[in-house]
T-cell receptor, first 113, second 115 residues
Framework: TQLLEQSPQFLSIQEGENLTVYCNSS?????LQWYRQEPGEGPVLLVT?????EVKKLKRLTFQFGDARKDSSLHITAAQPGDTGLYLC?????????????FGKGTKLSVIP | DTAVSQTPKYLVTQMGNDKSIKCEQN?????MYWYKQDSKKFLKIMFS???????INETVPNRFSPKSPDKAHLNLHINSLELGDSAVYFC??????????????FGDGTRLSIL
């Protein structure tokens, strides 16, 4: 069974602060996706990282895939209230001839104005 | 235009009843999924269909039966509902066999509450 541990589970910070969310596993993933989910809606993809060591930036968000493709981090610079939401990492792995995503339990971020 | 739409958005029903949730995607994707998100927000795969064929069937009670009449639709029927079935059920779709680089597009969820 592929498991993804996310930390922290909850994070409440002031507007303008920086933060990092971690996603760790003992399993290797072919790629890792980060999603953001807002209340009453489904998750929406932010980024996919594929290569070990890969870094991708999306405005103030920086995503990194670990060299061994077992872990990932999401760093937000100068957090804004609009960043508030549930951040989910999801590892892609193959099985029974298809791929599936295993989701972490999420990090609930609250950015206080 | 809504890409992945689920109905109903809310479903409140008595224990023991049978209910269905419908999902449709207009993205032209080949693969569709059902996920269950519990009260702690843990999102877990239940089923996946590719071109109407079942390809992922996780350990789910056989009271849950997915049906895919065509590749744009994946419905979920639940028999003899139990209290533990209360959760938010998400439908999603992706292109191809859900390969690791393909994003999954989610509906807005169906909030099922069992009384």
């Amino acid at each position: 069974t592929q498991l993804l541990e996310q930390s922290p589970q909850f994070l409440s910070i002031q507007e303008g602060e920086n933060l990092t969310v971690y996603c760790n596993s003992s399993s290797v993933f072919s790629s890792l996706q980060w999603y953001r989910q807002e209340p009453g809606e489904g998750p929406v993809l932010l980024v996919t990282v594929v290569t070990g060591g890969e870094v991708k930036k999306l405005k103030r968000l920086t995503f990194q895939f670990g060299d061994a493709r077992k872990d990932s981090s999401l760093h937000i610079t100068a957090a804004q209230p609009g960043d508030t939401g549930l951040y989910l990492c999801a590892g892609a792995h193959s099985g029974a001839g298809s791929y599936q995503l295993t989701f972490g339990k999420g990090t609930k971020l609250s950015v206080i104005p | 235009d809504t890409a992945v739409s689920q109905t109903p958005k809310y479903l409140v029903t008595q224990m023991g009843n049978d209910k269905s949730i419908k999902c449709e995607q207009n993205l032209g994707h080949d693969t569709m999924y059902w996920y269950k998100q519990d009260s702690k927000k843990f999102l877990k795969i239940m089923f996946s269909y590719n071109n109407k064929e079942l390809i992922i069937n996780e350990t789910v009670p056989n009271r849950f039966s997915p049906k895919s009449p065509d590749k744009a639709h994946l419905n979920l029927h639940i028999n003899s509902l139990e209290l533990g079935d209360s959760a938010v059920y998400f439908c999603a779709s992706s292109q191809g066999l859900g390969g690791g680089n393909q994003p999954q597009h989610f509906g807005d969820g169906t909030r099922l509450s069992i009384l």
